[in-house]
C-alpha cells in the first residue's frame, strides 16, 4: 500500500494527477480526459475485464445499503467485465416482470452503445462480440412488448440499426 501511496503522489507531482479532497480522505484524479484515455486503452482488454469486475465486486461489498441505488454503475462494471449474469443480477431487484423487463433493457442499451464506440474506435470484431452479448437482452425485451406493431417497430429503429443489432 505504501508502493501505490509513493506512486501516486509521484503522478501528482508531475501533474499527470490531481489530488482531491473527498469526505473523509485524499483520491486522485486525472488532470486530463485524455491522459485518462490513455491509459485505461494502454491496458490489455483482459486485464481491464479483470479490473471492471474487481471494481463491481468491491462496490457491491464497500457499499451493500447502497447497491440498488449503485446498480447501473454496477451493471456497466459487470458487463465491461464480460460476466452478464452478474450484471442482470446487479439490476434485477426483485421478480417484477416490469423491474427484469427494466435491467434488461439498461443492459443492452449498455452492450449496444459499448458496441458503437468500439465500432467508432476502429475495433470491429470486439464491437460485434458486444452486440452478439447484447442480442440476448434485446430479444428479451422485444419479446415483452404484446403489440405486434409496436415490436416491430423497436426492432427496426433506426438507433438499432445504427448500433448494428437490428
Known amino acids: 500500500?505504501?508502493?501505490?501511496g509513493a506512486t501516486l503522489t509521484k503522478l501528482a507531482e508531475i501533474g499527470l494527477l490531481r489530488r482531491v479532497l473527498s469526505e473523509t480522505e485524499?483520491?486522485?484524479?486525472?488532470r486530463h480526459t485524455l491522459?485518462?484515455?490513455t491509459a485505461y486503452h494502454s491496458l490489455l482488454r483482459k486485464d481491464r475485464e479483470e479490473i471492471h469486475k474487481v471494481i463491481g465486486l468491491v462496490i457491491e461489498r464497500v457499499t451493500p445499503d447502497e447497491?440498488?441505488?449503485?446498480?447501473p454503475?454496477?451493471?456497466?462494471h459487470f458487463s465491461v467485465g464480460g460476466d452478464d449474469?452478474?450484471?442482470?443480477?446487479a439490476l434485477d431487484h426483485g421478480e417484477d416482470e416490469a423491474e427484469v423487463l427494466s435491467s434488461r433493457r439498461i443492459l443492452w442499451v449498455l452492450l449496444?452503445?459499448?458496441?458503437?464506440?468500439l465500432e467508432e474506435d476502429g475495433q470491429p470484431e470486439?464491437?460485434?462480440s458486444e452486440r452478439d452479448r447484447a442480442r440476448p437482452a434485446l430479444d428479451y425485451v422485444a419479446d415483452h412488448i404484446q403489440d405486434d406493431f409496436l415490436r416491430q417497430s423497436f426492432l427496426n429503429s433506426a438507433w438499432l440499426r445504427q448500433v448494428g443489432i437490428a
Open 35 to 37: 491522459d485518462q484515455q
Open 1 to 4: 500500500m505504501k508502493r501505490l
Open 67 to 71: 447497491v440498488e441505488t449503485l446498480a
Open 85 to 89: 449474469q452478474a450484471a442482470y443480477e
Open 73 to 76: 454503475v454496477l451493471a456497466d
Open 112 to 117: 449496444a452503445e459499448r458496441a458503437l464506440w
Open 126 to 128: 470486439a464491437a460485434a
Open 26 to 30: 485524499f483520491a486522485y484524479k486525472f
